[in-house]
């Protein structure tokens, strides 16, 4: 079945303590794209990647690192997370071309402490 | 740049009546359109697209013209059921672009 991945779906953590929230993907996509999402603010894009070892910021970067060494993986990582990034997170994934159907995780809900 | 507006929610109906969600946008040249539709506790998911002026989308029931004059995208259902209750995201993405652009999502709740 094709699909995207998250891991955990829940998290509940503190200030400060570094975090990874995984995703994968099983289609071949090229493209990769982390989301939150926050009430009244719908969806923002934090990073994207177009390819293996290709990343580019979104809108709302700052406070969020992310990496691209295998097509499959885009793990998303919160150096020091802060209450502020209490958020729905989600990951998608397509092919290159942008007008293709974009498919989204289940969504992690993060709480920071 | 690039923007989509849609209506504010909450939207509350009974079941069987009709619907429609206005989205318009603002884009250079001939953005692709999309409705995506996320169910309570799930991700988004897509419900249809148009890629040019005129193009119909539809999917279960629901419907979306590309309306390049008065740039809208307007999502309708003839009789919705329980189960459509869910948050509706109109999108774009631009030609030469890979960013897709949402709006903030409307909120649909259909009651029995």
């Known amino acids: 079945e094709a699909q995207v991945t998250q891991n955990p779906r829940y998290l509940i953590t503190v200030t400060g303590k570094k975090l990874t929230v995984t995703c994968s993907q099983n289609?071949?996509?090229?493209?990769m794209s982390w989301y939150r999402q926050d009430p009244g603010l719908g969806l923002r894009q934090i990073y994207y990647?177009?390819?293996?070892?290709?990343?580019d910021k979104g809108d709302v970067p700052e406070g969020y690192k992310v990496s691209r060494k295998e097509k499959r993986n885009f793990p998303l990582i919160l150096e020091s997370p802060s209450p502020n990034q209490t958020s729905l997170y989600f990951c998608a994934s397509r092919k290159t071309q942008g007008r293709d159907e974009q498919f989204f995780g289940p969504g992690t809900r993060l709480t920071v402490l | 740049g690039n923007s989509v507006t849609q209506m504010e929610g909450p939207v509350t109906l009974s079941e069987e009546a009709f619907l429609t969600i206005n989205c318009t946008y603002t884009a250079t040249g001939y953005p692709s359109l999309f409705w995506y539709v996320q169910y309570p506790g799930e991700g988004l998911q897509l419900l249809l697209k148009a890629t040019k002026a005129d193009d119909k989308g539809s999917n279960k029931g629901f419907e979306a013209t590309y309306r390049k004059e008065t740039t809208s995208f307007h999502l309708e259902k003839g009789s919705v059921q329980v189960s459509d209750s869910a948050v509706y995201f109109c999108?774009?993405?631009?030609?030469?672009?890979?960013?897709?652009?949402f709006g903030k999502g409307t909120k649909l709740t259909v009651n029995p």
């Open positions: 990647s177009m390819n293996v070892e290709v990343t």
């Open positions: 999108a774009l993405i631009q030609g030469g672009s890979e960013k897709l652009v």
């Open positions: 289609m071949n996509h090229e493209y």
